[in-house]
């Protein structure tokens, strides 16, 4: 992937939002200051948003703009440092002193490291883009050493010394929001909450990642989400769900089906929870009218 020049790219909010346009990521103005912020002042970007609001989407998008490989960190409750940072491959090491014999061997050499997604952008800073997903599903122990490889952007390995990168590496972080993260973390970033979409966006954003959708049914789609948006659900549908909603209903209206009843059908790629679908079903007939209305 040829990686283009932060410096080009990034002339400006509305340079960013034009090429992210063109990778297929619609982004407001706010969204584009921070993303542009983030890359000329050379700080982390933490997104916060509900989940499906387009926070991994974003830095997919990112790291398209800027023409590098994207290296992402799925965080969970447990994660460490060696699913993060390095591990040592010790079946090999083993394998390697048998094959050896009397002969020396370096067995810290790298063909014996592991690099995770830390020490990989590390390597390799200029040709990829570091995404921490998930992060408030991490551990306090765990977004103390996110903090310290922030600050200095070095790893030290005992049997290999301090690994540091040669460049600012361009970092995004993500959450949702299940627990605050410290206040040492939140000012080292630049911050931008995602929230849903309006209507008018979410339409044009519908229109833009699904296949042979109509605008006139992006636009029922978008207004139907909000509206089921609005309910108490367990999981609200987010975007990716919106977008698919809008295909299977075209594939299903192209069947033969009758749109509201194509929406009808189609409604578990929109909703995804039992007890949200029992709830939704005695509205979504009026709901999906009044927004083909």
């Known amino acids: 992937m040829p990686e283009a020049n932060t410096e080009t790219v990034a002339t400006s909010p509305e340079a960013v939002a034009q090429h992210l346009a063109a990778s297929r990521y619609l982004a407001d103005d706010s969204l584009a200051t921070a993303i542009f912020l983030a890359i000329r002042l ?17 830095a997919k998008a990112i790291a398209g703009l800027l023409g590098r490989d994207l290296v992402r960190l799925q965080c969970y409750e447990g994660i460490d440092a ?51 997903d998930e992060i408030d599903r991490s551990d306090h122990e765990f977004e103390a050493l996110l903090l310290e490889f922030l600050s200095d952007f070095q790893i030290s390995i005992p049997e290999r010394g301090t690994i540091r990168a040669e460049a600012q ?30 209507a008018e966006r979410e339409a044009a954003i519908i229109m833009l990642r699904a296949g042979e959708v109509a ?72 709901i999906v009218e009044e927004a083909l209305a």
């Open 42 to 58: 050379g700080k982390p970007l933490l997104l916060e948003g509900a989940p499906g609001v387009g926070k991994t989407e974003a």
């Open 82 to 132: 060696a699913h993060a940072l390095y591990e040592w491959n010790y079946q090999r090491q083993l394998l390697a002193i048998r094959h050896a014999g009397e002969h020396e061997i370096d067995i810290y050499d790298d063909r014996f490291l592991i690099a995770r997604p830390l020490l990989q952008v590390l390597k390799a800073p200029r040709q990829r883009v570091l995404l921490v």
């Open 169 to 198: 590496p361009i970092v995004i972080l993500t959450s949702n929001r299940t627990r605050e993260l410290a206040e040492a973390l939140r000012r080292r970033c630049v911050y931008h909450w995602i929230g849903y979409p309006d």
């Open 215 to 286: 605008e006139a049914t992006a636009r029922a789609v978008a207004a139907a989400v909000r509206t089921i948006r609005a309910r108490p659900l367990a999981k609200p549908p987010g975007i990716a769900e919106a977008v698919e909603w809008a295909n299977a209903a075209t594939i299903l209206e192209k069947g033969g089906s009758p749109w509201p009843e194509a929406f009808r059908r189609a409604i578990g790629v929109l909703i995804k929870d039992e007890e949200d679908l029992s709830y939704i079903a005695t509205e979504l007939g009026r």
